[in-house]
């Protein structure tokens, strides 16, 4: 498994700060974060990123930051951000991501329950959130700092705040400080995304991370120091884990991926050794690689798909813990040199030893289309409340389709109705209550109820059915996992999101998205003329015989009480600035359902 660097001290009696000293003394020259600065990459090593948190935590401590203080930050993934985390944690301060996407009501709901003084935020377009509670008595905001020094008008500029600390820098008090954080301290707040309800304040201490972050790194053999592309945002719990925790617990070299869009040509252009991504993103990669297989000659096509099937096969062997035969194995070799790993190179993936994926199912044909490449994604499962990740599938034991076997020093089993329930010390301390107190969630014997619905194998592996507030339940008292009939759906080309309903129906209907990208390749290469557009091509004739017949497909696999009986096909793509995806990609059901409730409603008039 990986070598982790020297840790200074016990696991369960380390902080992040003694960790970054560990980076700045022992691989002091090693690349710590890098960021564009246009066509090219300005790098931070250990050593001059510490000195750089030394230098705002002095920056924060005379805008009046206080230890155990909440400090709100709403910036996307640039330098400021990943070193102000850092910079407030060594003051013992707390420092709370708010996704970017986020309404007026949400920031106000979590500036009041923080009872936060102090946010950072990027420029203009987060201000009008963030201003009026400012004047808002009921609000305790007091200070804006503001990144974009052109943009901040009255407030004050990060760039000064920095000027500030370089000025009153004292060695010896920032030493003191960070070393007066106990393993018990909150690290992080994590505001839960809030697919129903307010988002709730998940409070993670030192300890809970760092020891899930050493769990998580001793079950892949990763090279050391090993690069990360953070591009998912850092009020996600995966990219705090990702992004800022396991590098500075590996001394690794985080690139900074400012804009996610354009993840798929930082890939290209670093190929990492590990790559993570939701669902939805492995979904959108998938559509892509796959547009382009289509445009390729017949015969460029069949050599391809043959090489697809020669890597199933592989990874199947890997999958049963058996020997690939001699004639597998040659034929395995010839594939990946002579077309899988060319193909895989041209995407950037070609050095790739863990590509994982967690917040939501899989859906079966991703994990499949990437088999055929020789990569498995390993599906993971946790939640905020657990640190991040509970099970995981690792590359020498896995099952497709599963979420793995849980994490060194964690427990997880099953209560009578299925629902998972976690024991273990990287579950959360509890629930962050509007006074300052902590609303523990576990029971008297530790256990923490999940939400989520499973089973657990006779190896071991833990299989998802779905949320337990999500279950459907039929009026003939069936229970249905939403997300094992939307991902049947899902796995037709045309078909990009699904969303199904059911809950007190005599039978199930599905709203279904037209995929963006794979419809007008489809429609292409079907011969429908005119425009390709999504949106243009729900109402042709032939693209919607193709839906009726991806939906009697999905239909022929699932069981009676699963089928889908009508359905509404959809161009308008979902997505997290339009609300109905959460800042993380998982489908707000219930925002889906409000907005498109005549729709359903017409799906259930004879």
Request: with cysteine; aromatic share 6%; hydrophobic share 45%.
């Amino acid at each position: 498994m990986t070598t982790i660097p020297r840790l200074p001290g016990e696991p369960a009696d380390i902080t992040l700060p003694a960790l970054l000293l560990r980076n700045a003394e022992d691989h002091g020259e090693l690349p710590a974060l890098s960021w564009r600065t246009g066509e090219d990459w300005a790098t931070l090593t250990w050593r001059e990123a510490r000195r750089k948190v030394a230098v705002l935590a002095a920056g924060y401590a005379a805008l009046g930051v206080g230890r155990g203080e909440h400090v709100l930050m709403m910036m996307g993934n640039r330098p400021e951000h990943w070193l102000s985390d850092l910079a407030l944690t060594h003051l013992g301060a707390v420092p709370v991501t708010v996704y970017g996407t986020a309404a007026p009501e949400q920031v106000a709901h979590i500036v009041r329950h923080s009872r936060a003084r102090f946010a950072i935020v990027e420029g203009a377009a987060e201000l009008p959130r963030w201003e009026p509670l400012l004047a808002d008595a009921s609000a305790p905001l007091e200070r804006l700092v503001v990144v974009e020094a052109a943009e901040a008008g009255e407030h004050r500029t990060y760039g000064s705040l920095h000027a500030t600390g370089s000025r009153l820098l004292n060695p010896d008090a920032f030493e003191k400080a960070w070393r007066e954080s106990r393993p018990t301290d909150a690290l992080t707040v994590v505001y839960t995304s809030g697919t129903t309800g307010d988002p709730k304040g998940v409070r993670l201490t030192h300890r809970n991370v760092l020891l899930g972050s050493i769990a998580l790194d001793g079950v892949v053999d990763f090279p050391e120091h090993v690069g990360h592309i953070c591009y998912l945002p850092f009020a996600h719990i995966a990219e705090r884990l990702l992004g800022i925790y396991l590098p500075v617990l590996r001394a690794a070299h985080v690139h900074l991926c400012a804009d996610p869009a354009q993840v798929a040509a930082t890939a290209r252009e670093l190929h990492p050794f590990q790559f993570f991504g939701v669902p939805r993103v492995w979904e959108k990669l998938t559509a892509s690689v796959k547009a382009a297989l289509a445009g390729l000659p017949a015969e460029r096509r069949r050599a391809i798909e043959a090489a697809n099937e020669t890597a199933r096969a592989h990874v199947a062997c890997r999958e049963r813990g058996e020997e690939p035969s001699a004639e597998l194995r040659a034929a395995y070799e010839r594939a990946k040199e002579q077309v899988l790993d060319p193909l895989l190179a041209l995407a950037g993936f070609d050095r790739l030893v863990w590509t994982a994926s967690a917040s939501a199912p899989m859906p079966p044909d991703v994990t499949r289309f990437w088999a055929g490449f020789g990569l498995v994604i390993m599906d993971a499962w946790g939640l905020t409340e657990t640190s991040g990740v509970v099970t995981t599938n690792t590359p020498d034991a896995f099952r497709l389709g599963s979420v793995g076997r849980p994490l060194a020093g964690l427990e997880v089993r099953t209560a009578d109705d299925g629902e998972l329930l976690v024991r273990g010390a990287t579950v959360f301390d509890g629930y962050l209550r509007a006074d300052g107190g902590v609303d523990s969630a576990c029971d008297a014997e530790g256990w923490f109820a999940t939400g989520d619905i499973g089973r657990i194998d006779e190896d071991g592996f833990l299989w998802l059915t779905d949320r337990k507030k999500e279950m459907i339940v039929t009026s003939t008292g069936k229970n249905v996992s939403p997300a094992l009939v939307e991902n049947a759906l899902k796995e037709h080309p045309l078909i990009g999101q699904a969303l199904v309903h059911g809950d007190g129906r005599s039978y199930l209907v599905a709203l279904l998205v037209l995929d963006a990208e794979l419809a007008p390749a489809w429609a292409a290469a079907h011969g429908i003329e005119g425009g390709l557009e999504a949106g243009e091509l729900v109402s042709h004739p032939a693209v919607r015989e193709e839906a009726d017949r991806a939906v009697q497909a999905a239909n022929a696999r699932l069981n009676r009480t699963e089928q889908i009986k009508r359905y509404r096909l959809l161009a308008e793509e979902w997505g997290p600035g339009t609300g109905e995806l959460t800042p993380s990609l998982k489908l707000r059901r219930r925002v889906v359902q409000e907005r498109y409730q005549q729709v359903i409603d017409a799906l259930y008039t004879p």
